[in-house]
Nanobody, 114 residues
Framework: QVQLVESGGGLVQPGGSLRLSCAASGSILSIFVRGWYRQAPGKQREWVATITNGGSTNYADSVKGRFTISRDSAKNTVYLEMNNLEPEDTAVYYC????????WGQGTQVTVSS
């Protein structure tokens, strides 16, 4: 079992920045992919970004150039740095861990509003 706990969400004005964190614990293997998804009100859950075991990153077109996914292997923690936030970024953000099984965090709310 892998447990994921997101933190760092909150209210921010358009153009602002936030950094989300996701700490993992439990039976973590050496080969895995971690990522972020989000779900906005009235919309389907969508993929945001992933980082592989080797450190390769991928981003959805909607966030490319504004968001950065990174990790701290020693802390088993993945981050999502969000810059130049827009109201359209308002959503619940979920952390994922893909190993032998896929695990989801409970989500953290990000609200972008003036």
């Amino acid at each position: 079992q892998v447990q994921l706990v997101e933190s760092g969400g909150g209210l921010v004005q358009p153009g602002g920045s936030l950094r989300l964190s996701c700490a993992a614990s439990g039976s973590i293997l050496s080969i895995f992919v971690r990522g972020w998804y989000r779900q906005a009100p009235g919309k389907q859950r969508e993929w945001v970004a992933t980082i592989t075991n080797g450190g390769s990153t991928n981003y959805a077109d909607s966030v490319k150039g504004r968001f950065t996914i990174s990790r701290d292997s020693a802390k088993n923690t993945v981050y999502l740095e969000m810059n130049n936030l827009e109201p359209e970024d308002t959503a619940v953000y979920y952390c994922t861990h893909h190993g032998r099984q896929t695990y989801w965090g409970q989500g953290t709310q990000v609200t972008v509003s003036s």
